[in-house]
Nanobody, 116 residues
Framework: QVQLVESGGGLVQPGGSLRLSCAASGFSFSSYIMSWYRQAPGKERELVVTVTSGGGIVNYADSMKGRFTISRDNTNNRLYLQMNSLKVEDTAVYYC?????????WGQGTQVTVSS
């Protein structure tokens, strides 16, 4: 079955960096578009960025352009999100996601807290 497992979250000071990872299994990872989403407390889940199966970037949310970088390793079935210059407002649970056959799959999420 499809499994997405995020890791790499934690507590970081403003201006710091984190690298999130998503381990994918149960499907042909290299064939599918992958995305990172996030959900801050009291807010709706929002799209962070999407990457095509071949590694092309589809879009970044405006607030994250220039600070976040998505990448994928199709050999090892992993999705990454490098986050630099983190801000307090980046605090959220971050999820990786894919859509297969019209159905959206999500990981359990990893908490990112940006605080001094």
């Amino acid at each position: 079955q499809v499994q997405l497992v995020e890791s790499g979250g934690g507590l970081v000071q403003p201006g710091g960096s984190l690298r999130l990872s998503c381990a994918a299994s149960g499907f042909s990872f290299s064939s599918y578009i992958m995305s990172w989403y996030r959900q801050a407390p009291g807010k709706e889940r929002e799209l962070v960025v999407t990457v095509t199966s071949g590694g092309g970037i589809v879009n970044y949310a405006d607030s994250m352009k220039g600070r976040f970088t998505i990448s994928r390793d199709n050999t090892n079935n992993r999705l990454y999100l490098q986050m630099n210059s983190l801000k307090v407002e980046d605090t959220a649970v971050y999820y990786c996601s894919t859509r297969i056959g019209g159905y959206a799959y999500w990981g359990q999420g990893t908490q990112v807290t940006v605080s001094s």
